[in-house]
């Protein structure tokens, strides 16, 4: 296995196919989106309308199939208005759940051992939250 075959290569390219999908499913409902530097603190992506009245970040998650979404250690300082999960995200029909932040902190469970916070697939997986695009309220269009 070469460098560009590792593992985490690999999650890395999950990620962002995740990413961008979900940058491509914002856009085509009337939003500009930006995405921000990866690997740095908060959100993944900056959405806004035309005239720059209404801004909000998303935090992408992208995945191979469905998996836990790591939290970390305290659901409080999560920042990101909308997240964005992606499983199937490098196939060809990614599937997506749309949830606001206070969602994913409801929702959160914590290890047993008082741990890290995660957010269990049979949590976020649900139909109320697939492919809720619609939720994003307030498009310019």
């Known amino acids: 296995m070469?460098?560009?075959?590792?593992?985490?290569?690999?999650?890395?390219?999950?990620g962002n196919a995740g990413l961008?999908?979900?940058?491509?499913?914002?856009?085509?409902?009337?939003?500009?989106?930006?995405?921000?530097?990866?690997?740095?603190?908060?959100?993944?992506?900056?959405?806004?309308?035309?005239?720059?009245?209404?801004?909000?970040?998303?935090?992408?998650?992208?995945?191979?199939?469905?998996?836990a979404v790591p939290l970390g250690m305290d659901p409080a300082s999560l920042r990101s208005d909308w997240w964005v999960i992606t499983i199937h995200a490098n196939s060809d029909t990614p599937t997506c759940y749309v949830l606001r932040l206070d969602e994913v902190c409801e929702l959160a469970t914590q290890d047993k051992n008082g741990g890290r916070w995660w957010l269990e697939p049979k949590m976020y997986d649900r139909d109320e939250f697939r492919e809720a695009w619609d939720r994003i309220k307030n498009a310019p269009c």
């Open 2 to 14: 070469d460098e560009t075959d590792t593992p985490r290569h690999r999650s890395q390219i999950t």
């Open 20 to 67: 961008n999908y979900a940058a491509w499913q914002i856009s085509r409902r009337g939003w500009h989106v930006m995405p921000t530097i990866r690997n740095a603190r908060g959100s993944d992506l900056i959405v806004t309308n035309d005239d720059e009245t209404v801004f909000f970040g998303v935090q992408s998650k992208g995945f191979s199939k469905r998996y």
